[in-house]
Nanobody
Framework: QVQLVESGGGLVQPGGSLRLSCAASGSSSIYTMGWYRQAPGKQRELVARITSGGDTVYADSAKGRFTISRDNAENTMYLQMNSLKPEDTAVYYC?????????WGQGTQVTVSS
């Protein structure tokens, strides 16, 4: 059974940084891993995703501030978030694609506030 465990969320001041982690277990055939977020009253949206080969896609809001990476040997994905803004406040979710199926993590709260 695939399990995703996210960590690294929290409260940070504007301009600060956080690093999110997503550890996957239960499968070694992970193709695409991605971070999504959902703010109150808004739809869930893509933040960034990365393939097993290292190809990346970023939302315009994340470009230049966030960096996605992964450790294929550990089935772990990271999101380094710098220069955080209040509008980055949301629940951040990890999603992985395994053998044609998507799996979601439980989410981790990121709050950017002074």
């Amino acid at each position: 059974q695939v399990q995703l465990v996210e960590s690294g969320g929290g409260l940070v001041q504007p301009g600060g940084s956080l690093r999110l982690s997503c550890a996957a277990s239960g499968s070694s055939s992970i193709y695409t891993m991605g971070w999504y977020r959902q703010a109150p009253g808004k739809q869930r949206e893509l933040v960034a995703r990365i393939t097993s080969g290292g190809d990346t896609v970023y939302a315009d809001s994340a470009k230049g501030r966030f960096t996605i990476s992964r450790d294929n040997a550990e089935n772990t994905m990271y999101l380094q978030m710098n220069s955080l803004k209040p509008e980055d406040t949301a629940v951040y979710y990890c999603r992985v694609l395994i053998m044609g199926y998507f799996y979601w993590g439980q989410g981790t709260q990121v709050t950017v506030s002074s």
